[in-house]
């Protein structure tokens, strides 16, 4: 099978380095473009990404030269990890071309006919893209990567019991800071109790996310959320502490019985980014943990532990996701996955 | 003046250690014995402990024989930093023995004629120890080091506007788990979202401290709560992201300045060791973090910051507090102090 | 094929838990028997081990039961992560009773008749186990985690233009010390400049294996040999400062050309565990770095880098080989691979 | 006593803040003025400076407003913790303005006629200021921080035994990369083998410091040095292993009595900045760490341990020295106390 061409935007930044690594072997995928902002244009990628990651930079990418940041006809899926401060023109002219982007970037995220998404969740909201006055070319968002764990473990507890209140706390990898990102100075031997803007994302996105789809747009779902973010000294992954107070009661073997039993079209289909199972509960009372856990099933899973009751809400556990992968380049690949697979290429 | 004899119990441990430390100087109080397990005894203090803080060794407590953990009658204050695996019954047999016995340990905490204290929010507490059946001696213990932080910053808040429920997540530091501890190979890039017994104590412990004194008991303060507690690489300092609801509604300007102008009797009396402030509010979004503000005001001072609503309870904020200093020894020091200063020796 | 059965001495320790996780799909051998200390008999090993690995332990060895320290006739080669204490006596025990023992424990290594093997560099010392007085059985040993890759970046030196002085100061990861191992209240925000024994054996092992066999023996090399041992805050991987005088002038590229073209007959074996290339020399002059080059060709390779003059030598240059692997469990199973290769079994 | 006014030049970055810190108290100077670039200046320096430091910024000196780097007459003294991409202009300029510039930037340090000044090694150095075409102004540097700690280790060597070659391997703090420097992606779980032009420094400025000197000018040490830099997760404090050989034959215990008894002018002279005592050994072998010595007499002191047979040079040791205050800050400040002392001004 031929495979289909795609490009990826921002492709020297750290979101972009990771499209880089995952779609190094994609069955589906072949990078052709590499684009990235006029400092490296015509540079070849090994030269102009300053590479950091430990997996090796794949030699066919590296020996490319950056293209800027305009749509050619070579492809018609672009992934893009472009920084929100350029992300939501650039985003907008590869969609008016033609292309379907596939953005990991903040900036239409919210907009009401695109799509926030998550093929186990909302694979439904994909269906958005025709409200899109784009012509051939769509924007299809994934959510923020503390926001992606977390509405993974609700789907299933939601569908069950129904949900009425979350209070969230997050412990953040510094890898979600972009790099240079975080200094050394700010967080060895320390947490930093702020991440500028996280918080109204994590409170926000999952309403839209796990909002019905009424035709034409999205009702948002109605829960309490409150979120409080905070960095801490992890390189990779997402640990937050989560209280909820569910619609009906529940006892707590129905509730991990609700994450184990959850699979979804993205699993039915066998999307070749989609974790074997989108969820695993740990019976351990230490896990999950994010230097254990972060790459379960290639990064794509959200693990789960720690279940009890809590004296406030009604049950409150842990959950961890990889948020360079899942909670960016790996879930815009899957959304990609899933839009290729339903046909809308 | 001729300063007050101490002794300390565990004082080879690494809240043993940090009493000498905390007393070396101290204007009241003078160490006269250093009392640690079988193991010790008979050693130069110097040889018996493994001196691990920044702060150099006292030499006149270096060259102090270890003695046995058998009270006499040089003293009458003992400090505790025993293990609670061996806690109860040494405790105890000071107290018979005549001695007011300062514990640090969880396991005379929860007894009914046993002080919970903190002088700053519960000095009529002390009290209790005249129920005590011990003569002349009395068990006084100081609250787990997540508890003292959460405490401190809601004793005003439920001063001002009743509290009703209160929901904590904590990230603590390694000091809390004693020396060797925490192995690095668990907590290096990593977070370990669980701390055996600790959610029980925090849930638990301040129902008693913000209780009420009714002649010979303590009513427990009625409040719904919910802990889940976390330990991350950073060496001092407890933060905790708590979420309150009041009883009363109540501008954040009213609660910020319920913290700013909270003083107590620990002030009044001009006591040693009490902070000069009891509670510090932050303006800075990004402020407590462990490393700046942990040693505020001697490591005595609650660091309280980012107040802001809450979308499930009322509102939410971050709190700080040093928990070898305020949440051990320190506060341990603190109670002495006010045992004297109120006359009960 | 059949798979040859082996056994897993001290099974339960962290070097027993690299062996199964590195043995779990090996293309020639079977894990047959999980062997620890009475304490862990007749457990699971799921239940006897707590497995830390981010690899999940694989199925069929956590229902495996743990026998005892005890030679059966069920396998011919066991591999030996026993703890120094104890690995002396059961390792000649299970070599009497006939089995090939490969150890990664330090107390056979300098026995005259004793094999200190890395396949790259002494493959023909294989034949000392011939001195044995084992009957069918014999004791192989590999190099200490900081030896084995400063021998290996320093053999092609040495056939190429002799050595006759190597200073190195390294610094290393925590996982060489075991599990628990380092406290994290020793190392975070630290580096600890000593570590018991190890300075002796980085300068002692490197003259053995770089010995020349005569016969029934090995001539030691004659090198001057000084070596500073850190432990520094990292997981895994131990990274080397060294500076070598030559015993005849050369350029760097010559050195350079020396290490990038060592092969040996590990690799022309195709031994499974044996890296494609020996030694990888980085042109960046920011790498080799313990993060990111680690786990090059599955953890076996020796990452070299920043050769130029020393001022008080003739070269000096940075090294790193990744201990758990290279420098215990895997460098043990390549011995053991070239000992069936070569017809010893 | 009036105290000297002095001002702070490059006031709001890392070594800026360093300066505010330790001169905020100074018994003999007073801050008057606060420089900086452009950016800041007109601001209060505590909104100009995002300070970072545990220590509180003084409230007088965060009212100040920032003033541009340009001389005035209020000051005859200016610390300078300017970037080395404009010191070199503008202490040019502040000496010529009749200025004595403490300098702690690199871009004069091997002028001829500028002392590279360590008070307890080369306080006659302080001599060479007469030759510089100054009138009334100077240019005084310190040492790199890798620089200051190692002189001050082989003075005492040198001064009694002779020195023919030092090798050096140094794991330095984070600080010494200013803010926000070090990225925590690159360094958590990780060492950095490189620091940009470090070696070399640490190679050159130790034969300055350590020459004679001849009437108007230094007479070099000739001394072969070798340096390997590197980086580790550390937050302060540069920890190194040496290696030396001398000129004439010592035993250790010759070498401990040096180091032991050295004292110097400084310490005559009681200057306020200057260590109680210069060198500090140490028995135990795992010292000096950086986390529990760097603060020892007020970060002025050098820590020296493990002392033992070097197999390649003679001597090998360990030694520390804090990187921010002995090799920033507070050098410059020793440096202008003895200026002052000696009646320079």
Known sequence: MTKIPV???????????????????????????????????????????????????????????????????????????????VAGEIETTFAKAGCFVLSNSKNHRMDVDVPLLIPEVNPDHLELVRMQNFGKGAIIT????????????????????????????????????????????????????????????????????????RENCIENAVIKMSASCNRVAVLDGHLECASVKLSRQALADELIAAWRGFTSEAQALELPMAPLHPIYYFDEEKFPQPRLHRNLDKGMATCVGRLRPCGVLDYKFVLLSHNTIRGAAGGAILNAELLVKKGYL
Request: with cysteine; glycine share 10%; charged share 15%.
């Open 142 to 213: 994934n959510p923020n990567c503390s926001t992606i764990g977390l509405v993974m473990a609700l789907k299933p507890l939601m569908d069950a019991f129904g949900l009425e209140a979350v209070s969230v706390v997050t412990m953040q990898a510094l890898s979600g800071a972009g790099y240079p990102g975080v200094s050394s100075l700010d967080i060895l031997d320390n947490v930093v109790p702020f991440i500028g803007g996280e918080e109204a994302k994590v409170e926000t996105e999952p309403l839209k996310i796990l909002g019905a789809r």
């Open 7 to 85: 490009a990826i935007l921002g492709a020297t930044g750290s979101v972009g380095q990771k499209f880089v690594e995952l779609l190094a072997d994609h069955p589906w995928f072949e990078i052709v473009a590499v684009c990235a902002s006029e400092r490296s244009v015509g540079k070849p990628y090994r030269e102009a990404a300053s590479w950091f990651s430990a997996a090796p930079l794949p030699p066919r990418i590296g020996a490319m030269m950056v293209s800027p940041c305009e749509p050619t006809s070579e492809y018609r899926i672009a992934f893009s990890g472009l920084d929100s401060s």
